[in-house]
Structure formats: C-alpha cells, structure tokens
C-alpha cells in the first residue's frame, strides 16, 4: 500500500469512528449529521370515542408535531371492516355500532420516511346517550306530517318516541332525526330518543300541534304545478286539506319509484316511456319533478349512452339523491359508470411523457362549469361578481382544469363478478366506478383559489378533496339555486330570491350544507313562488311548460295512465323538440340562459319553440281532447269534465284549474264560441271544444 493509500484508509476509517459515535449521540460533526433513533407517539394515545362521532389524531415525531406520517387502522384478526376509518389527516370516524370484535380499536401512525418507524392509538367505543333540541315543524300540523328532530348522538339505531310509542324512523345524521307521524288532534305531543344498543333514552321535549293552514284552491293549483307533474281533482283537495308544508312533509318521506328494464315479447323496450309513466302515475311526484330537474342541470344522454342500464342508473341516481346532500351528489355522479361513459371519466389514465398523452379533460371541465360553480364568480343573489375594471372573475383558469383533470384520473368501471380489477374494464351499470392506483396521477395538483392537493395521494384520497373543494365553493349555492328556481318555479327570480334559497342551501338552519330536501321546501314556500296564488302574478313570473311537462300535466289533468312501455308519448314529447332522456350535447334540451328575444326576459324552454313545435303541441292536445280515451297503451278520460253541468260552470272550473282564475275576457269568449257550434245536448263535444281551446292558449302553456 502506497503512503498516500495508507493515509486515505485512515481518514476513512476516522470517518467511519466518528459517524458510529455520531449516531449513537444523535450529533453533528461538520458535513456528518446522524440522529438517535426517532420516537413516534400519537395524541391522543388513549381515548372514548362514541359511535359514529369523529376525533383527530395528531403525530409527534421527537416531540415535535408532524404530518409527514400515513394513517391506518390495525386489523382486529385479519379485517377492518367494522372498527371505523381514520382519513389522511388523522380524524378516526367510529363506527355506528360496537364490532363484534370488541369496543377498542387501535389506529396506526406510520412514519413517511421510515416505515419501521411507528405509534398507536387505543381507541374505546362507547355508546351515546341521545340529546333532543327541538323538534320541528313546531306547532305540528294535524294529520299527517314530516317530523324532524334536531340533537346530538343518534344512531341509525336511534328511534323517536311520540307520546312513549316507537315510530318509523330515519336516521338523517348523528344531529337529525326523521319520522312520518300522525297527529289527531290539537294539544301537546311529547318527543323523546331511544338508543340501541342498550336502549338508552334522551331528554323528553314537548311540541304543540294545531291545525294546518288551509290553501285556496287556486293556489293549491298553483303549488302543485310547481311541485308536481300537474294537478288533478284529488290532489288539489288533498293539498286544501293538509298545507303546503303538510304536502312537503308526505312527499319528502316517500320512497323513490325507480326505473325498471322491461320486456315486450321477448324484446327489450325502450326507457324514456317510462319517464311519462313515472311523472303520470306515481305518487312520489315531487322527487320525480327534482329528479328531472337535477337531470337537465347535470346531464348524460343515451345519444351517447349504448347501454339501457346506464340511462336506467343515472335516472335512478337522481331520484336517489334528490333530496339528499349536495356533495354526495356530485360524488354519486362523478363515480357513475353513465357519467364515466358520457364524459370520459372512465379509464381517464395519467400523463404519459412517454406517448405525449395528458389526462382527459371533459369531466373536468364540465363538472365545474356546468355541475358546480359556472364560469365566473356569484354574490349570494346569483350576480356576478366584479373586478375593479368591472368585469365578472371567472372561477377557474386552464391550470385548474389541468389540476382537477389530473385528480380525476385512474378511475374505471367495477369488474363484474369473477372478473378481477383491472384498467379499461368493460362497462358494468350496475356499480358506481372503482380506482386502479396504478393509472392515478400522484403529483400535487391545483385547484380553485390557490387550493394544492398534495402529492402522494390515493385516487379517491385526491377525488374525495377535489369534491369538497367544488361543493364547498361559495359560487355552488346561487350557481345550484337559480337553476333548480327556474325549472320549478319561475325563468326570472329575482336576486333576493336567489339569495334567499342560496342562505338555505349555505346552512339549512342546522348546520348543513346543500341539503337539497331543504333548498326544495325553500323554493317552494317562498313568498315570491307564492305570491301568485291568489292574484294575478307579475308579468315577468313563471315559465313556459316545457314538452315533458306539457304532456305531463295534460294527462294528469284527464285522469290519465301512462304506460310505461308504449312509446306514443315520447315521440309526442320529441315532435315538440324534447327527446327524453336523449340530450343532444350536455347544454340540455334548451340552454338555461336562453333569452326571449327583444323582451330582456330569460326563457329557456321558449329555447326549443318554434312554429313546427307550435303545431306539434296543439296537436298533441287535439288528439287527447278529441280522441277515444285510448293512445296505444295510454288511458285517459274527459270523464270529470263532462260531468259539469253547465257550460257556465264549466268554464269557471276550467278558469280556475288551468289558469289560476285569472283567465282574460279574450280567452273566455273564445272558450264560449267554440262551444256554440255544438247543441246543448252535446256534452262530450261542447266539453272537448273548451278543453281545447284552454289549453292550446298561451295563458295554459306559459305557467304562471
């Protein structure tokens, strides 16, 4: 060995003696830096959590405070099914019932770096006594009504007792409770929880009932043309007899009628009939209308769609969803396999420097201008929001699509059974879409107003606070409100309107964010919907009845059956430039800021008018009025019609029914004339001419 060998083999060596020191010191020497083994603990390390409650856990690596560690629960046995989940960030959510495993669960933090490197949290389940606040509406209604119980630790154990009697119960929330309850009469109820397991009993709180508010009949008319597919006879009692809220109450607490795949000797057939069916027939009227709603503002098409079970789960979705939360909509509809088919969610892949390719930018794009947020920033009355050149902000730039884009990727449809996971999986509508991490980008992505998801992350970890970032943006609520205003109530609601509905949507009075059951109520009952119930409404109120609800309320208004498999309805329906369910572009049929020309005045069904549509709706009516009762598998019948005595009561009843009693001396003197070509005898006929002649009139086919 040469000298100068010789002295590199001793530096060396002294590097090797001075960094073994070092590391059992935990020191410093120069460019040398070890560290004494690292300590990891979790805090806190032993705590009760009650059942479906949260807690935050946080790490200390050395003492000090770190993020830089990943977060699981330890298997009791060889599952975690059962024992809750713990997030990213530390927060353990418990279950909603003891695991048979036992009542401690333990959670895990693993250091980033180090993975040998680790601490756990003992976590003891305890079962919640239940609190009760209030219960509401207040006084409760005769009869029967939706009641909701405000509080603190419910279960989806939980049930409300009325006056010490178990009721059917609905467990919203670990803070709401809901029952369907009748009440006899006026006095006090008393309203208390009950707990499983172990039967725990809450607080006892008193609520007063009292009879209901009674409607006129014409604003019963009118408030069902707003919250239903049409008015009938029945039902405009119905709503007389129990109020506005009562009829809110019985359709919030009925269960969705869903749509089926039928067969016709032996031939599969078409779906859109049974739209008409289900907004003819079925009693679940109001989530049917906000079903259709939702389903001209987020939008999928079978133009596209070449599978019936995808337009038949999507349909479903919405009725499913229609009066749930906000953001879990706009989770069910990114993880459907009809939206991952319509616009290319699915098997949307990560960049590929490699083959130049970038992730698909559809679902991105389309999810906040037209799903969420709109293109520009909103006050809470829905105005646009300025900059200090007077222009409106836009919500998001190309960089943001890029970065919602890129935290939508490696999402594909669910295997069917005996098949295993894999990327470009074929279609299955029969499950929402699963992740193959291997396709997922895992860079830090942006988002809306400087929001960075970090790197490293799962796939439903970056879907999951792409999503909140979405529903939590404060232009969500008037972007949601004003569209859902328009299709239920009016084409031009005011900026207080918008507002008004937007606060309710913002907090529903407790606590939650986009409850939809509550910014439908809100709609509904405010005083600007209303204000047209006993008077004449403004010029400017209400829409035109676009096809499917034209044909709707017709049929509904003689009495009619729709068939669920006969097609007749919906060619009608396309004749009139309305092809249900069969979208031509993900704008909708008609585009929601459509203006009537030369009045200033938003009309978006007037989007898709024109005179061959003009005649297709007169049509349509004549061939009801003046037909045999039968249209293919449709029934209907002018029965109740002709069953009016007179001409003169006649047209008050058709006055009051179809335009609100505020039909104009024009229309009732060509109502009278075309009944005088008939003799009086001729009921049937002088009825039909008058049916006619109402509801071809602009006052019936523009809803006010």
């Known amino acids: 060995m040469s000298k100068g060998q010789e002295k590199r083999f001793l530096r060396r060596g002294l590097r090797l003696r001075v960094s073994s020191l070092a590391a059992s010191l935990g020191m410093c020497f120069g460019a040398i830096c070890v560290h004494a083994a690292d300590t990891l603990t979790i805090s806190p390390s032993v705590a009760n959590v009650a059942l479906g409650q949260s807690l935050t856990l946080t790490a200390q690596l050395n003492g000090v405070a770190t993020t830089a560690v990943k977060w699981k629960m330890v298997p009791e046995g060889s599952s975690t099914v059962g024992l809750g989940t713990v997030s990213s960030a530390g927060v353990y959510k418990a279950p909603y019932s003891i695991p048979a495993a036992g009542s401690t669960v333990s959670v895990e933090a693993v250091s980033s770096t180090v993975s040998s490197v680790h601490a756990t949290a003992k976590l003891t389940l305890t079962v919640p006594v239940p609190v009760i606040a209030y219960g509401s509406p207040s006084p409760l209604p005769i009869g029967t009504s939706m009641l909701t119980i405000k509080g603190a630790d419910f279960l989806p154990t939980s049930v409300i007792l009325l006056n010490g009697r178990a009721v059917v119960t609905d467990f919203e929330t670990t803070e709401f409770l809901s029952a369907v ?33 009674t409607p006129s009949y014409t604003a019963a008319v009118r408030f069902l043309e707003q919250s239903t597919f049409g008015p009938t006879p029945a039902l405009i009692a119905h709503v007389q007899q129990v109020g506005f809220q009562g009829f809110l109450n019985e359709q919030f607490a009925l269960r969705e009628t869903t749509w089926k795949l039928y067969e016709v000797a032996g031939k599969r057939t078409p779906l859109p009939p049974q739209f008409y069916a289900s907004a003819v027939n079925n009693q679940d009227q109001l ?24 337009v038949a789960g999507w349909q479903n979705l919405l009725l499913t969803d229609a009066f749930g939360k906000y953001r879990k909509l706009l989770n069910d509809v990114t993880l459907s396999p009809a939206m991952g088919d319509y616009l290319d969610m699915a098997n949307n892949a990560k960049a590929d420097p490699g083959s130049g390719t970038s992730p698909d930018e559809n679902y991105a794009r389309e999810v906040m201008q037209l799903f969420s947020i709109g293109l520009n920033k909103l006050n809470l009355d829905g105005t646009l929001q300025l900059d200090g050149s007077g222009n409106p902000i836009p919500n998001y730039t190309q960089d943001e699509i890029e970065g919602l884009s890129a935290a939508f990727t490696g999402w594909t449809y669910a295997p069917k059974n005996g098949i295993p ?90 606590g939650t964010r986009g409850n939809l059951k509550a910014v439908v109520a809100a709609i509904l009952l405010d005083g600007e919907a209303r204000a047209g119930d006993d008077a ?66 938003a009309g978006p069904e007037f989007g898709i008018y024109s005179s061959s549509s003009a005649i297709s709706r007169a049509n349509w009516v004549a061939y009801l009025v003046f037909g045999n009762g ?53 009921r049937a006929e002088r009825t039909a001419q008058a049916l006619y002649t109402v509801l071809i009139s602009p006052e019936y086919q523009v809803e006010q």
């Open 181 to 213: 309850v009748t009440i006899p009469a006026s006095g006090v109820e008393t309203l208390q929880v009950r707990t499983n397991p172990g039967g725990l009993l809450s607080n006892t709180v008193k609520v007063k009932t009292a009879p209901a508010t």
């Open 287 to 310: 989530r049917q209308r906000v079903a259709l709603a939702l389903s001209e503002m987020i939008v999928t098409s079978g133009v596209k769609l070449s599978v019936q079970g995808e």
């Open 421 to 510: 996971l894999q990327f470009w999986a074929p279609m299955n509508s029969g499950a929402p879409m699963v992740p193959v991490e291997s396709y997922h980008d895992t860079n830090a992505k942006q988002l809306l107003d400087g929001v960075t998801l970090p790197g490293g992350q799962t796939a439903e970890e970056d879907l999951k606070q792409a999503l909140d970032v979405l529903a939590n943006d404060p232009s969500v609520g008037p972007f949601v409100c004003r569209q859902l205003i328009q299709h239920l109530v009016t084409s031009n609601p005011s900026p207080g309107y918008i507002s008004r509905v937007a606060s309710v949507f913002n907090n529903d009075g407790h």
């Open 536 to 601: 004449a409404a403004s010029a400017s109120a209400g829409h035109m009845r676009e096809p499917a609800l034209l044909l709707a309320a017709t049929m509904r208004a003689l009495g009619g059956v729709a068939s669920p498999t006969d097609p007749q309805m919906w060619y009608w329906g396309a004749e009139m430039g309305q092809d249900i369910t069969n979208s031509p572009d993900v704008f909708d049929y008609f585009p929601i800021g459509y203006q009537i020309p030369s009045t200033g005045q």
């Open 630 to 682: 039968r249209m293919g598998g449709n029934l209907y019948s002018l029965g109740y019609w002709t069953a009016i005595p007179t001409d003169a009561e006649l047209v008050d009843r058709l006055n009051l029914f179809f335009v609100h009693g505020q039909m104009s001396a024009g229309l009732r003197a060509a109502v009278k004339t075309a009944m005088s070509g008939y003799a009086g005898n001729q």
